[in-house]
């Protein structure tokens, strides 16, 4: 009978050192607002682990984050960027509503996905760093956003963003439809 309890104690720790580094990535890596996500990133045409991503790395899924520069929410939009998106797409409310928040920044993701053909880095350039700065950049000729983004601040964002957004489709899947208990069975 001892060995029996000696097993089965060994099997449940073998099983939660398994499980770590997925507690560990779900600390660093959290979802929230998944139903939202959800639906606007399927609404517009993006993956949900980058809205999720974009997300995490904006303000750490804090409803009420600011910026230095007035952005807010989850998705750290400024004002005239909401602004931008509302009017040409007639999504209404207060920006700094998370639901809305997330609608309108991932409209806003999607809008970037069709101007810069999908180049995801340069999506996230953008997002970081402004539009104008990304297409200055561009106009020089021969910028490839794998090597050549000027700030370091934007280039580890989208180095981030990117590597976040892997951590998500392997925790939650690639829909972020997948919450797996941490033993097999839960």
Same mark, same amino acid.
């Given at each position: 009978?001892?060995?029996?309890? #000696?097993? *089965?104690?060994?099997?449940?720790? +073998?099983?939660g050192?398994?499980?770590?580094?997925? *507690?560990?990535?779900?600390?660093?890596?959290?979802?929230?607002?998944?139903?939202? =996500?959800?639906?606007?990133?399927?609404?517009f045409?993006? !993956?949900?682990?980058?809205?999720?991503?974009? &997300?995490?790395? !904006?303000?750490? #899924?804090?409803? @009420?984050?600011t910026?230095?520069?007035?952005?807010?929410?989850?998705?750290?939009?400024l004002? !005239?960027?909401?602004?931008?998106?509302s009017?040409r797409?007639? &999504?209404?409310?207060?920006?700094?509503?998370?639901?809305?928040? =997330?609608? &309108? /920044?991932?409209r %806003? *993701?999607?809008? +970037?996905? $069709?101007?810069y053909?999908?180049?995801e880095?340069?999506?996230?350039?953008? %997002?970081? $760093? /402004?539009?104008?700065?990304?297409?200055?950049?561009? $106009?020089?000729?021969? #910028?490839?956003?794998?090597?050549? &983004?000027? #700030?370091?601040?934007t280039?580890?964002?989208?180095?981030?963003?990117?590597?976040?957004?892997?951590?998500? @489709?392997?925790?939650?899947? @690639?829909?972020?439809?997948?919450?797996?208990? *941490?033993?097999?069975?839960?």
């Amino acid at each position: 009978m001892l060995v029996v309890v #000696f097993s *089965l104690v060994a099997l449940v720790a +073998l099983l939660g050192a398994l499980a770590a580094p997925d *507690l560990v990535r779900r600390v660093t890596h959290p979802l929230e607002y998944e139903a939202e =996500i959800r639906d606007s990133a399927a609404e517009f045409g993006v !993956e949900p682990s980058l809205v999720a991503a974009v &997300i995490n790395a !904006e303000s750490r #899924f804090d409803p @009420e984050a600011t910026s230095s520069r007035g952005a807010y929410g989850l998705m750290q939009l400024l004002p !005239e960027t909401a602004r931008f998106v509302s009017e040409r797409t007639g &999504i209404s409310g207060d920006y700094r509503d998370p639901e809305t928040n =997330i609608r &309108i /920044g991932t409209r %806003y *993701l999607s809008y +970037l996905q $069709s101007r810069y053909e999908g180049d995801e880095r340069l999506v996230l350039a953008a %997002y970081n $760093s /402004g539009e104008g700065r990304v297409d200055r950049w561009l $106009s020089k000729g021969d #910028f490839d956003a794998s090597r050549d &983004i000027p #700030f370091a601040e934007t280039r580890d964002y989208v180095r981030n963003v990117t590597e976040s957004q892997r951590v998500y @489709e392997n925790l939650y899947g @690639e829909h972020l439809d997948q919450r797996p208990g *941490l033993l097999p069975g839960s």
